[in-house]
Every structure is written in C-alpha cells, then in structure tokens.
C-alpha cells in the first residue's frame, strides 16, 4: 500500500494518508506529492474542493518521517533535511493559501508535521480522540511548519505555554487556541465525507458542528499569561520557580526535558511574531531560520538520538535550562539571506525535444531562454543554444516532464514514439508539435495512454520566424491534463493555443486551416495574373482587394507580389518562408483526411493537384509557396 493515496472523487481532490503503523508519519515524497496534487487540483474546474483525512484511529498524524534527517545530518550532510523542510514548508503555505475550501478530519494525535498538513486549512475539524501538541522542543527543534503561526495569534501567552512545554490539546483546547475550527462526532465523518465529495459543498459542515467536549486550558489561562509573559525563557523559568504551587511544579517539570535553546528560541519567535501583520510566509520564514540550523548548530540530532534512535531518553543538550546565552538565541534566528525560504513557484520543467530543425530549434532555444532544462536530440548533428545535446530520443525522454518532437512526418513520429514512448515517466507528457496525418496522431495519442502518459497533437502556424520569434499558434488535440501541464510551454513558443478536442483534432485543425491557406493562395496569385494581363497596377489590385472583400491572409500579410504589401518572401527572390514542398503535403494530408471521411473538397483537390505539379513537374521545389504567382504570369489558358 502506498503512503499516500491521492486522487479525485466527485467534486473533491482527496488526500488520505495511510501509513497508520507509523501513525502516519509524514515522509518527504509524500510532502511533495501533496504539493503536487494541490497545485494540478488548483487549475482543475471539476475539484470544488480539497478533502485530508487519514487512515486508523491513533493518528491523523503524529509528525514527520525524520529517519532520513537523522541519518544524513549524523554524516554532516545538512541539505536532505534543508531540503525536505523547504518543500514541507511550501506545501503548508500552499495549504493556507489555497484558492479552495481545504477540509481536513483530526482524529487522534495530530502532531508537529501533522499540523502542517492538517492544521492551515480553511475547515480544520477534530472529534474526540484528537490530541493536538507541538513537542518539537522535545528534540531539539522549534515548533515549525507554520505551528508558530497559530500559536503566536493564540490568546494570551497560551502560544509561549503550548510551544515550550509541548502539551497536548483536547479537541475543545484545539479550538480555542486556533489549530482548530469544529467537533463534530467521529462517526459521522464518513457519511460527511461522502457528502462533501458529492456536493463540493462545505456548507455541510457548518450545520454538523457540536459543542466540543471541554477544554482544559481556561482553568490554567491565568496562570499561563502570568507565568509565561516574560520577556525571555529565564523570565518564565524564574517566575515558575518563585511559585511553588501544582501548575508551576507540572509546567517546571514539562520545561525540564526540552531542549533550552528550542524553547529560548521559541519563546524569541513567538514574541517576534505576534502583531497584526503576521502572515504565515512569516513565521515559516523564522521557522526555516532554525530548522536550517538546527543540525549543524542545533539540538536536532542529539533529540532524536535521545528520543527515537537509542529511547533513552536522557539527551545531552548544548545549553543548561538556565544558561542559554542572548547570542546563541539570535545566530538560531539571523536571517538566512538567499538560503531562505521562497514561496514563489519555480514553473520550470525538464524537456526532451526532438527533432532541431527550421522549426524545432528555435523553439528548442526559446523554451531554454525561458528557464527550462532541454535536453535535445536530432539525427542531424545539430547544436543549440542553451539545449543539452543527448545520444538518442530515449536519452532526451528520460525524466522529462514533457518531450516535445517536431518531425518531418507520421511515420518518423510513429517511430520516434516507439522509441521514447518506453522511456518516459508515468504521468509525462508526450507533445507532438510536428503537422503529421491524424491516423499517425491518434495512433501514437492511444499508445502513449497505454502506457500511462498523457498525449497532444499540437501542430503549429507561424512558420520559421514565429518560431524564432516565439509567436507560433498551437492547435491542440488532447486530454484537458496534458493540456494544462503545455499551457506554459505553449506561452513561451507561441503566442496562442486553442485546445480544438481529444486526440487528432489539432492536426484536423491544422489541415483544414492549410487547405484554405493553399487555396487562397492559389486564388490570390491566379487574381494577380489576371490584373496584369488587364493591364491593372498591382499596388493598385493591392489597395483595392486589401481593403474589400477579396482580402485574406495571403493577400494582406503575404502578399505574394514583389514590392507590394507588407514585407514577405516574394520580396526576397521567393526563398521561404514556407516552402511549396511543405503546402503540398499540408494539402496532401488533408484529402488523405477528406478520403477517410468522406468529405467533398474539389478545390482542396485542385489546389494539392497544382502544388504537386509545381513542386514535382516544374520548379516549385525549394521556393516560398507564394511563388505560384511567377508561375501563372508566365503561363496563359493552355
Ligand atoms: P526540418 O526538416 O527542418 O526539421 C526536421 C528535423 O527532424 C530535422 O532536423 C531532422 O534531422 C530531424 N529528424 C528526422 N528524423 C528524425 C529522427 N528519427 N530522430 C530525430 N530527429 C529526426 O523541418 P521543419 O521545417 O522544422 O518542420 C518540422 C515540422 O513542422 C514538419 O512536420 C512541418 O510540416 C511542420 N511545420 C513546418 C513549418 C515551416 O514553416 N517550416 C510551419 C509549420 C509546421
């Protein structure tokens, strides 16, 4: 069974955790897979909201998985555990931030890494099992994951008390501090659950909220707040310590086992913390500034020495309870410059692309100019700036996010999928931007499926220079998934997409739009031929069909007579642009596509038939398509 099991039911993205051996401690992959499932769930219009809930009764979730921490930092290697806390720490905040309603079910004990998760959304809900503490002191850390947030708008100096003693909170203690929002009886939260699911309605929950069971904090408030107001951990000790009477002694003894410098530094933190422009970015940023530091510098790794490796409970911290020196508090707590942590999304992705040529190049370029990671491969020895050559299609698709081909045809795609189709990741997406047959582009849309990967057929227009100058229009067939994992990369190459469809439909839009584009061509070169042969003057043919209801694309923007209209391939020899050779076999695949749908196309029928007459019986080859033009000026009716 996996850690985690995340997937959507209804109108809900559903988190459950389901470690319940290990009270469903919190391991790294599963942090980044919630943070994975939150931001794809965050774009998704069928998730109305987000449902956290866990598997077995002890534990919604008793903190995070810090083997690993552990056995690294004890070899001196720190950025495992850097890593792990920066990533746990953006997920939380994106838990708090989420554009959606974030309900989340509290059973049992919901502790350090499990109020990260369960503890910043918008419905937090406990029952009467749910025992809620952050005992980070306990080893060697501060209470983190966004806990100090929470404790720092707690009434009074309940936040100082729960943050350095580590007690537990009964539901009704949870609600009054904030780690919580409502009771509701544990066993109606299935049946909750399932509505929620169904409806995508947190409404539901408001009209099942019970009075809690009764908090055991208020009796104690005052003695806290008078207690535990000082400015500095000695303060609090010293007060406690003139006491004398049950609360002092219970409290005193809590204080006794942790880690002096975790809770002079809590203490530092929550002081700095509290006020009205507390966010949680701002406490996770203080937070990071000691877990950061808390190997290296820290009582980390001798607290789970104590607590979890050797159980014997007998740690030897650096500092005594009342010796935990003003500077030691503050070298915890300096800010951490460009090693702090960010909340700002890195978007970039790892790209294979294959295929380099007039077209794929300069978009292999600018999706690298953009930030990405491409790695590239061409048959052609081919190099691109800031692209990463590699050995062979495989090479470029292993790991990648999205491989990108752009390819001469369909049945160079077809073998190309063969190749790198096995190669991908699950869940990757294969983006075919090459203009191929749709027969091709479903095929290898249905193999790609098969094999766990999402699929596009994308063609383009916009040529050469939209490729170079990242302006091209995408047409893309696919699954709405794959679709929005390409939008960014759609928005570095092109300047539009529009999803036409499932499988195939890009590259139907694609032809269908070429075959008008070829034929238009036709109709404007054959209009030209005629005005001379009339005796008209182009630029003033020009200025008429520009401006009336016989212009087009191919008149006004690539106007195929020399010297008139905006600048365009005829202007220059008729080098292309887009060549003949490449409009015939647009025009080709589209009554292929005609053929098979049994669609009437008679001028898409002449105008391939006159493509392959000038590019395969005449001279058409290697010229721009626009080139049609000194073809029938040279030529009368027969
Ligand atoms: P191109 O011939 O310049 O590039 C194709 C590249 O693919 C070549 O560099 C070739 O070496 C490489 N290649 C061929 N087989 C390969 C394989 N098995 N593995 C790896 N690489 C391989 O063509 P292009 O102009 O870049 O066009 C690419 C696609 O874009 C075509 O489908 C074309 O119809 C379409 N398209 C082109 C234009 C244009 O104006 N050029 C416009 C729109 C769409």
Not at 139 to 150: F, K, M, N, Q, S
Not at 390 to 395: I, L, N, R, T
């Amino acid at each position: 069974m996996a850690d985690i099991h995340i997937r959507k039911t209804g109108h809900a993205g559903r988190i459950t955790l389901q470690r319940p051996k290990a009270l469903n401690a919190l391991t790294y992959q599963m942090c980044l897979d919630i943070d994975a499932a939150l931001k794809a769930w965050a774009k998704d219009d069928e998730v109305l909201l987000i449902v956290i809930d866990a598997e077995g009764d002890k534990a919604f979730c008793a903190g995070g998985d810090i083997a690993e921490m552990y056995e690294t930092g004890t070899r001196g290697d720190y950025a495992y555990g850097r890593k792990f806390w920066f990533d746990e720490y953006r997920m939380n905040n994106r838990l708090h931030e989420y554009p959606k309603p974030v309900v989340s079910f509290l059973q049992g004990f919901t502790m350090g890494g499990g109020v990260g998760v369960g503890c910043h959304g918008s419905h937090r809900i406990v029952g009467e099992t749910s025992q809620i503490a952050m005992p980070e002191c306990g080893i060697g850390l501060v209470p983190d994951v966004g806990g100090t947030y929470i404790l720092a708008n707690a009434p009074g100096r309940l936040g100082e008390y729960l943050g350095t003693t580590a007690s537990r909170m009964n539901a009704g203690d949870a609600i009054l501090v904030g780690f919580a929002d409502g009771f509701i009886p544990q066993a109606e939260w299935p049946a909750l659950i399932e509505a929620l699911e169904t409806t995508g309605d947190v409404t539901v929950l408001e009209q099942a909220y019970q009075d809690a069971p009764k908090a055991s904090l208020p009796a104690i408030q005052s003695a806290i707040d008078t207690h535990f107001g000082g400015e500095s951990l000695g303060d609090i000790l010293n007060s406690l310590e003139h006491d004398g009477g049950d609360f002092a002694h219970d409290a005193l003894k809590k204080l006794s086992r942790n880690a002096p410098l975790s809770m002079a530094c809590t203490v530092e933190m929550i002081h700095r913390l509290r006020g009205p422009s507390l966010t949680l970015r701002k406490a996770l940023d203080m937070e990071y500034r000691f877990t950061y530091r808390a190997m290296e510098h820290g009582d980390f790794i001798e607290g789970i020495r104590a607590q979890i490796i050797d159980k014997d409970r007998n740690p030897s911290w650096q500092h005594e309870l009342h010796k935990v020196p003003a500077v030691a508090v503050s070298k915890m707590l300096i800010p951490l410059g460009r090693n702090a942590v960010t909340f700002e999304e890195d978007n970039t992705m790892k790209i294979g692309f294959i295929g380099l040529g007039n077209m794929g190049g300069p978009m292999a370029a600018n999706l690298a100019k953009a930030g990405h990671s491409v790695a590239g491969f061409d048959m052609a020895d081919v190099s691109i700036e800031g692209v990463r050559n590699v050995s062979d299609a495989a090479a470029a698709a292993i790991g990648a996010d999205v491989v990108i081909t752009m390819l001469p045809n369909g049945a160079i795609l077809r073998s190309v999928a063969d190749e790198v189709i096995p190669a991908m990741k699950p869940g990757a997406v294969l983006l075919d931007c090459s203009t191929v047959d749709v027969e091709s582009a479903r095929a290898v849309a249905e193999q790609a499926g098969a094999a766990g990967l999402s699929s596009l057929d994308a063609p383009v227009s916009g040529g050469v220079g939209g490729a170079t100058a990242g302006t091209l229009t995408f047409m893309v067939g696919g699954d709405d998934k794959g679709y929005q994992t390409a939008l960014p990369l759609f928005e570095v190459m092109g300047q539009k997409a529009v999803h036409c469809g499932p499988s195939g439909n890009g590259q139907a839009a694609k032809i269908c739009n070429n075959m008008i584009l070829g034929i238009t061509m036709i109709g404007t070169c054959e209009a030209f031929a005629l005005a001379d042969k009339l005796g008209l003057d182009r630029q003033a043919m020009f200025d008429v069909v520009s401006t009336s209801s016989g212009y087009s694309w191919t008149m006004n923007a690539y106007c195929p007579a020399p010297g008139v209209g905006p600048q365009s391939p005829a202007d220059n020899g008729y080098q292309p642009g887009f060549a003949a050779e490449l409009m015939l076999k647009d025009l080709r695949l589209s009554q292929q596509a005609a053929e098979a749908a049994d669609a009437d196309t008679p001028m898409g029928q002449a105008a391939t038939a006159l493509y392959e007459q000038f590019v395969e019986g005449e001279d058409g080859l290697g010229k721009d398509f626009s080139a049609m033009l000194p073809r029938f000026e040279k030529r009368g009716r027969g």
